[in-house]
């Protein structure tokens, strides 16, 4: 049985839901860099200090936290069957990525917020990097190579690639205004590097 949040956690998540909601609206109309910290608050009615108490940075916002989204990812790849090879079992936990709590509308401002702000491409970088680290452990064992202190240099590059066609597939998606399926994107980036 899993366990069931406090009222604190519960508060803490629909605070966060709503300063995050809010802050997308204010994304949207002002675009990333013009929207500030201050009117964020403004609008939801809290202060700098409560904003940081929930966020780090106004990139946070957008991102997520990128450090709990990717042990996430590393759980599911993980789990998944060891006989599967790498490629499928990197597809499946990328697929965990997907925001549920995320209506269609507001994944496409997201998408449209990372295609535009220099910050975010920025930020989303370094956690590609962290991700590499992250991810390279569990792909270096189904690419069978041996077990090292360091990640391999090879399962980094596949990690890399993996994580490169998971932005191209996001990034066509975002260009065909929504009306394209990202996991297919991702599917035909993949079986092109695969060729």
Same mark, same amino acid.
């Given at each position: 049985?899993?366990?069931?949040?406090?009222?604190?956690?519960?508060?803490?998540?629909?605070?966060?839901?709503?300063? &995050?909601?809010?802050?997308? !609206?204010?994304?949207?109309?002002?675009?990333?860099?013009?929207? &500030?910290?201050? !009117?964020?608050?403004?609008?939801?009615?809290?202060?700098?200090?409560?904003?940081?108490?929930?966020?780090?940075?106004?990139?946070?916002?957008?991102?997520?936290?990128?450090?709990?989204?990717?042990?996430?990812?590393?759980?599911?790849?993980?789990?998944?069957?060891?006989?599967?090879?790498?490629? &499928?079992?990197?597809?499946?936990?990328?697929?965990?990525?997907?925001?549920?709590?995320?209506?269609?509308?507001? !994944?496409?401002?997201?998408?449209?917020?990372?295609?535009?702000?220099?910050?975010?491409?920025?930020?989303?970088?370094?956690?590609?990097?962290?991700?590499?680290?992250?991810?390279?452990?569990?792909? !270096?064992?189904?690419?069978?190579?041996?077990?090292?202190?360091?990640?391999?240099?090879?399962?980094?590059?596949?990690?890399?690639?993996?994580?490169?066609?998971?932005?191209?597939?996001?990034?066509?998606?975002?260009?065909?205004?929504?009306?394209?399926?990202?996991?297919?994107?991702?599917?035909?980036?993949?079986? &092109?590097?695969?060729?």
């Amino acid at each position: 049985m899993a366990d069931t949040p406090t009222l604190r956690e519960r508060a803490r998540r629909a605070a966060r839901a709503e300063i &995050t909601a809010t802050a997308l !609206q204010l994304f949207a109309e002002n675009g990333f860099e013009a929207t &500030t910290i201050d !009117q964020i608050t403004s609008a939801v009615g809290i202060s700098r200090r409560s904003f940081f108490h929930y966020f780090g940075s106004k990139e946070d916002l957008v991102l997520g936290d990128t450090e709990a989204l990717g042990e996430s990812v590393r759980a599911a790849l993980e789990a998944r069957p060891e006989d599967e090879s790498a490629w &499928t079992a990197v597809r499946a936990a990328f697929l965990t990525i997907r925001p549920a709590d995320r209506t269609p509308e507001e !994944q496409f401002v997201l998408a449209r917020l990372h295609h535009e702000a220099p910050s975010l491409r920025a930020r989303h970088l370094e956690k590609h990097l962290r991700w590499q680290s992250l991810l390279a452990p569990g792909v !270096q064992r189904r690419l069978g190579l041996p077990l090292t202190p360091d990640p391999d240099p090879r399962a980094l590059a596949f990690v890399a690639a993996a994580l490169a066609c998971f932005d191209a597939a996001v990034d066509a998606w975002y260009r065909s205004g929504g009306a394209d399926d990202p996991v297919r994107l991702f599917d035909e980036a993949v079986a &092109t590097l695969r060729a």
